[in-house]
């Protein structure tokens, strides 16, 4: 058991802020707290969870988060939260249906990036370019290429539908956290992929415009992550099952904490109040 020594941060969670560098460098926001994480690698920790959970948009109190850190009214209302968020080629503004069009008209109706990555293996993905690199940082992959923009979210929705019949759109996390995720050749697999899939991009630009769907010319990138040990076995922990998480700090990678008791995935938990104590076991 830890007997707590000092409180390093409280409030609720939100996906932790990650910059990249080598090796990339995480910050655990609670509330308004901020706390770096590169210093309190090999350090113990305890992450003690209220009972208290808060929604992210409107600050009520809610016994269940939704959607990543939502009410449920919330969730319901919110076009963040709507399914075309998940799956964008069902985007429904144009019938008049969005649950938020202004909101839709400066998030979804932007420049997004169709790219490769490898967290766990050979993947396919898409991100407002915006959002590059720390998308795939948040995603723990240790290399990505972008290989084509769009006009639209929507857009980029059909693409990776197209590209998802020859490659998986899935990470493996549990793979991923073990560290064993051999190199590869992504401009190479790039390359293979526009062969086979030359015509159904062709249809794409026809139905949208020839210029709406864009090769990048890229270098693919690599990134490392503050591990100090892998895990050879994945263990997960759960506020929702046990309030109180423990143990040294060996490693941060995508949005998780590892401990040398498990793994915590803290964005799974937006809108938990904790308490985070520098622990002396």
């Known amino acids: 058991m830890s007997v707590v020594t000092e409180t390093l941060a409280h409030g609720c969670l ?6 990249p560098g080598d090796p990339a460098r995480y910050t655990l926001r609670a509330g308004d707290d901020r706390l770096p994480l590169d210093s309190l690698l090999g350090e113990p920790l305890r992450l003690a969870w209220s009972g208290a959970i808060a929604c992210t948009n409107c ?3 809610t016994r269940k988060s939704f959607g990543q850190g939502h009410c449920y009214p919330c969730f319901k209302r919110l076009a963040r939260c709507d399914t075309c968020i998940m799956k964008p080629e069902l985007c429904h503004y144009f019938q008049g249906t969005c649950r938020e069009p202004e909101w839709g008209e400066s998030h979804c109706f932007q420049p997004h990036i169709v790219y ?14 915006t ?29 990776e539908m197209l590209f998802k019949g020859e490659v998986s759109d899935r990470t493996n996390w549990r793979a991923m956290l073990k560290g064993e995720t051999p190199e590869l050749d992504l401009a190479a697999e790039r390359d293979r992929l526009f062969a086979q899939l030359a015509s159904g991009l062709d249809a794409l630009r026809e139905r949208f415009g020839e210029s709406t769907i864009r090769p990048v010319e890229a270098a693919p990138r690599t990134f490392t992550y503050p591990v100090l040990e892998y895990p050879t076995k994945v263990v997960s922990h759960n506020f ?20 040398d008791s498990g ?19």
């Open 263 to 281: 793994v915590i995935n803290l964005r799974k938990f937006t809108g938990y109040e904790i308490v985070v104590s520098h622990g002396v076991s």
């Open 240 to 259: 929702d099952k046990r309030a109180e998480v423990a143990g040294r700090l060996m490693g941060i990678k995508g949005q998780y904490l590892m401990l």
């Open 116 to 129: 490769l990555a490898n967290a766990s293996g050979l993947k396919v993905g898409i991100t407002r370019a």
């Open 131 to 159: 959002q590059v690199p720390t998308r795939w940082l948040d995603q723990g992959a240790v290399q990505a290429l972008p290989i084509l923009e769009v006009d639209s979210r929507q857009q980029s929705g059909f693409v």
């Open 59 to 61: 600050g009520r109190a």
């Open 14 to 19: 939100t996906k932790m802020a990650v910059e």
